[in-house]
């Protein structure tokens, strides 16, 4: 009886460490939004965060930010890689799927990818976040230009 009772008690801590390793490495490959966002809080604690929009893979989430700018958190394991995307340090452009963005960060190329989104709204909506952190100015663009626009537009 007493071999009975120590067998049951060596398979319930092998079932216990098995599925504790098969968590442990679900949650690897699927990291938690929740954790990114306190990361993020971490690296720029003035930084309020609007919206998000995760990647298919959950690998990456892009923020819109409080004043215009916009966020990027990137999981590598159980760390995560946190920008503030400054007006005019990133280039995007669509993906062939059109659900996706192929997203150039200058002075952090390690960061370039392409990247799926469920829907093309989200990717479109998260390409605005990014194009809205720009600052736009053409050298064509004369103060007069400016001042008439402005006055054509009321």
Sequence with gaps: MLWLLLLALVAAVGAFYVRMNARAEHDADNPDA???IVEFG???PDEAIRA????VDRQAIFL???DGKAGF???HGTHYVCHVIQPGKVRVNTSESGQGLIV???EFNYLDNAFEFRTAAEAAEVSLWLLGSFTPRSDTDA???VGQAAQTID
């Design 64 to 66: 819109r930010l409080h």
């Design 52 to 55: 998000l929009h995760s990647t």
């Design 42 to 44: 971490r690296a720029f």
């Design 104 to 106: 150039h960060f200058p």
């Design 73 to 75: 958190i990137q999981s």
């Design 143 to 145: 103060p007069s230009d």
């Design 34 to 36: 929740g954790s990114a």
